[in-house]
T-cell receptor
């Protein structure tokens, strides 16, 4: 089945540690995205990538880093510089399609708790 | 910046009721998405529309571009419809990626 997988579903880390969240897609999509969701707020874009070896900062990139070495993978590292890392993280992907708008497909999310 | 507002924030309905969730935005868009998020957190895309109306089963989505407003309707609601419904708009020139601005969501609970 085609889709997006994120692992793990729940992640606990001590304050000051870097942590990497996994996102893999087998939809052959060019674009991938990372969002953060906090209670009472809409999803906010952290980083996005339109093509392999290229990525752009979103609205809240500070304290995060990404890589896009393979088309199907877009891991997100939450660094110790991120002041409030506890949140629900969602990965998404979309096909370029050549049109003005493209539907995004979302993964199941990873809930990160920093103790 | 595009402001996206949803109403109501919370909604409780009895099984069988007709439900409407509203979404307004401030800047012209190229497309609007309705998403469903279940308690486990995963998000499913329900509709993507840029004009008019779309229907899928008991779900209907409409958009009025001139008024910058969209509605999501659920007919004959059922407890399994209980979820958070999120409106997201696509706007601006972002090359080939589709950047979205999200509303805060409407939490729907349907009771027996």
């Amino acid at each position: 089945d085609g889709g997006i997988t994120q692992s793990p579903k729940y992640l606990f880390r001590k304050e000051g540690q870097n942590v990497t969240l996994s996102c893999e897609q087998n939809l052959n999509h060019d674009a991938m995205y990372w969002y953060r969701q906090d209670p009472g707020q809409g999803l906010r874009l952290i980083y996005y990538s339109q093509i392999v070896n290229d990525f752009q900062k979103g609205d809240i990139a500070e304290g995060y880093s990404v890589s896009r070495e393979k088309k199907e993978s877009f891991p997100l590292t939450v660094t110790s510089a991120q002041k409030n890392p506890t949140a629900f993280y969602l990965c998404a992907s979309s096909d370029q399609g050549g049109g003005p708008y493209n539907e995004q497909f979302f993964g199941p999310g990873t809930r990160l708790t920093v103790l | 910046k595009n402001e996206v507002e949803q109403s109501p924030q919370n909604l409780t309905a009895q099984e069988g009721e007709f439900i409407t969730i509203n979404c307004s935005y401030s800047v012209g868009i190229s497309a609007l998405h309705w998403l469903q998020q279940h308690p486990g957190g995963g998000i499913v895309s329900l509709f993507m529309l840029s004009s008019g109306k779309k229907k899928h089963g008991r779900l209907i989505a409409t958009i009025n571009i001139q008024e910058k407003h969209s509605s999501l309707h659920i007919t004959a609601s059922h407890p399994r419809d209980s979820a958070v419904y999120i409106c997201a708009v696509q706007w601006g020139n972002t090359g080939t990626a589709s950047k979205l601005t999200f509303g805060t969501g409407t939490r729907l609970q349907v009771t027996l």
